[in-house]
């Protein structure tokens, strides 16, 4: 059996009540680039945190202490503490340059976005304590061979979906990708919310 391919950056699922009229999105429904304000106050948060870091350190080592085992157990244990964050940091900036390069190849194609009709072949749902999902991956598969994409809350305060809110397998999708394009292109994946009485085969939405 084929494994299911993984969703890339840009390759998003966007639940529907109801078919819309067979027109390519405009617009790549994701995030843009961090904002210049948020990445300031994050880099003076992980410079305190940094600074806060190195003079903890400093009375570890001139103090008396129960041995040279315990400053440097302490000492390992901060400085991985602040790297740690450094690289959440970056993988952020990471993520934010992906979505900025997925919205602008999604801009870019205009009048080469073509749809594809196809069907969930797999899925993952991922929930928290109380059953609410916040984010789900759909395996589908059209006349184009296999694709991936997800679904995600847009932000923290973000209202969860129920677990019957979530396309099964089985379910039919329309699906907008560029023109012969890679694996890694951003694709939107419309399905509608198997919650809501559905009002039209997708073949009708034609």
Request: glycine share 8%.
């Given at each position: 059996?084929?494994?299911?391919?993984?969703?890339?950056?840009?390759?998003?699922?966007?639940?529907?009540?109801?078919?819309?009229?067979?027109?390519?999105?405009?617009?790549?429904?994701?995030?843009?680039?961090?904002?210049?304000?948020?990445?300031?106050?994050?880099?003076?948060?992980?410079?305190?945190?940094?600074?806060?870091?190195?003079?903890?350190?400093?009375?570890?080592?001139?103090?008396?202490?129960?041995?040279?085992?315990?400053?440097?157990?302490?000492?390992?244990?901060?400085?991985?503490?602040?790297?740690?964050?450094?690289?959440?940091?970056?993988?952020?900036?990471?993520?934010?340059?992906?979505?900025?390069?997925?919205?602008?190849?999604?801009?870019?194609?205009?009048?080469?976005?073509?749809?594809?009709?196809?069907?969930?072949?797999?899925?993952?749902v991922s929930t928290i304590e109380d059953?609410?999902?916040?984010?789900?991956?759909?395996?589908?598969?059209?006349?184009?061979?296999?694709?991936?994409?997800?679904?995600?809350?847009?932000?923290?305060?973000?209202?969860?979906?129920?677990?019957?809110?979530?396309?099964?397998?089985?379910?039919?999708?329309?699906?907008?990708?560029?023109?012969?394009?890679?694996p890694e292109d951003p694709l939107i994946?419309?399905?509608?919310?198997?919650?809501?009485?559905?009002?039209?085969p997708v073949e009708d939405a034609v």
């Open positions: 059996m084929t494994p299911s391919p993984s969703a890339s950056v840009g390759q998003v699922v966007v639940l529907l009540e109801r078919w819309p009229d067979p027109v390519p999105p405009a617009e790549l429904p994701i995030r843009g680039a961090m904002r210049p304000g948020a990445r300031a106050v994050f880099v003076v948060l992980l410079l305190l945190a940094t600074v806060v870091g190195a003079g903890t350190l400093i009375p570890i080592w001139t103090t008396p202490t129960p041995g040279v085992w315990f400053s440097v157990l302490f000492t390992v244990f901060i400085a991985a503490l602040v790297l740690v964050l450094w690289f959440v940091f970056a993988g952020a900036l990471a993520q934010s340059a992906m979505r900025v390069r997925a919205l602008a190849r999604w801009r870019g194609a205009s009048g080469r976005i073509e749809r594809l009709d196809g069907t969930v072949v797999a899925r993952t059953g609410g999902v916040d984010r789900f991956e759909l395996s589908v598969e059209t006349s184009a061979g296999m694709s991936a994409a997800v679904w995600e809350r847009p932000t923290a305060r973000s209202r969860m979906l129920l677990q019957t809110q979530v396309p099964g397998v089985g379910a039919k999708v329309r699906v907008w990708r560029i023109r012969d394009a890679g994946v419309e399905v509608q919310d198997p919650s809501v009485v559905p009002s039209a």
